[in-house]
């Protein structure tokens, strides 16, 4: 198959990533995180009523005497909790009124408890307020029938607090996306288990599960896969009826013991992608097996984390329901120089070293490759070298990816 650029395989990727159909009804205490299926709208205004904007005394501006200070008596004190009736100011008086409580009628300002001085039952002012001082209206936030949260949302604190404040106990949502993952190699072993020569711990296998933590997501973890055909044809088969995706980390490319791209046909599975445009990772598949999106990624941790970020996050988001969200790169100034072979989309680790500009600054780890594990862990995001580029050099403007927290 052809070399195809990252936009293209983004492309592709996305349009054949179907969201789920299946919704559930969640309660708004175990919302978080999840992605909204049906919109939240407004049956009420917010707020419900005129209220207080902090602790003060509830007046009448337009009635206030013209000369001061003026002396109000102190009529009753309005709390925030459940009333009966509804208490009405008299000329010349004045309610003690405490954040959150609604405004009596007859009432039209609230001038906070340290612009007055108290006498006994009366209060004096200073100056008069102004009408609607501290006071938060009825329907100033949220009308009714307002759209308040749409449909491909990632549910979180302030939108839970919306569902609430308007009453709703719990929300739809699609499904958690099925993701079934395995990682391959025979010299892979464990954590905590001994290592032979020439064996090596699976730090790919938590790289990505780590990709893959999200609240919108079932991880369907099936382990380390040995190199084998037989074992990855039956890993293929157990996936495909579990997941609406399937994973794997190594053994795409061409080498005599990459059998995973294979074992992926003889299963039935049909090929989109080969390889792809970006470096690191050149060798990242995308196809499907009966209803499951399959995606392919590079053995090496770096490329695999790098083709994660820049083109699967995507696709998982897509085929989860989630909206499309705004592209995440900047312009910035490179604190750096770099040479480099055209050809391919090149993503650098780098690190925020400060500003120029009102633009972010940005430094090159020393040293950093795609086999370096822990060089990049240490990076808060990508410098975007276009395909056709040969150098940077200090001081230039650069695209700038940085991770998403």
């Not at 509804?86 to 954040?99: E, S």
């Not at 002012?125 to 009825?138: K, Q």
């Not at 790289?207 to 084998?228: H, Q, T």
Request: proline share 6%; with cysteine; charged share 25%.
């Amino acid at each position: 198959m052809d070399l195809v650029s990252v936009q293209q395989a983004l492309a592709i990727g996305l349009a054949e990533a179907r969201p789920i159909a299946e919704t559930e009804l969640v309660d708004l205490s175990a919302v978080a995180g999840r992605i909204l299926a049906q919109p939240v709208k407004a049956d009420e205004p917010l707020p419900r009523f005129d209220y207080s904007a902090m602790d003060g005394y509830a007046v009448d501006a337009d009635g206030l005497a013209t000369e001061f200070p003026a002396r109000l008596k102190v009529a009753g004190s309005i709390a925030a909790r459940r009333t009966v009736g509804k208490p009405v100011l008299q000329d010349g008086c004045a309610f003690r009124i405490l954040t959150g409580a609604p405004i009596p009628a007859g009432a039209n300002a609230v001038i906070a408890q340290e612009d007055v001085r108290r006498e006994g039952d009366r209060i004096v002012l200073s100056h008069a307020p102004r009408a609607g001082d501290n006071i938060r209206r009825r329907g100033e936030d949220v009308r009714p029938g307002d759209s308040l949260i749409e449909a491909g949302t990632e549910m979180g604190p302030l939108q839970a607090g919306v569902a609430a404040a308007s009453g709703y106990p719990g929300v739809r949502v699609f499904r958690r996306l099925r993701v079934a993952m395995f990682t391959t190699g025979s010299e892979l072993r464990q954590p905590g288990e001994n290592l032979l020569a020439g064996e090596i711990y699976d730090a790919n296998r938590f790289v990505l599960r780590g990709l893959l933590a999200k609240p919108w997501i079932e991880i369907i973890d099936l382990g380390s896969i040995i190199d084998k055909p037989s074992r990855l044809r039956a890993v293929f088969q157990t996936a495909a009826a579990r997941a609406d995706m399937i994973i794997s980390a190594g053994g795409v490319s061409v080498g005599d013991e990459d059998h995973v791209v294979d074992a992926f046909q003889r299963c039935g599975g049909r090929l989109w992608i080969r390889k792809v445009a970006i470096k690191p990772g050149k060798p990242l598949v995308l196809g499907k097996m009966a209803g499951a999106t399959y995606i392919g990624l590079p053995g090496n941790p770096g490329a695999l984390f790098t083709t994660f970020k820049v083109i699967i996050d995507e696709i998982l988001a897509a085929r989860a329901g989630i909206r499309p969200a705004a592209g995440s790169e900047c312009a910035a100034i490179a604190n750096f120089d770099w040479r480099g072979r055209p050809g391919r989309s090149t993503y650098l680790p780098a690190v925020l070293a400060g500003e120029v500009h009102g633009l972010p600054l940005i430094e090159l780890l020393p040293g950093a490759n795609s086999g370096k594990l822990h060089q990049l862990s240490l990076a808060g995001g990508f410098v975007v070298v276009a395909p056709e580029l040969e150098s940077i050099e200090r001081g230039a403007q650069i695209r700038w990816r940085p991770f998403a927290r």
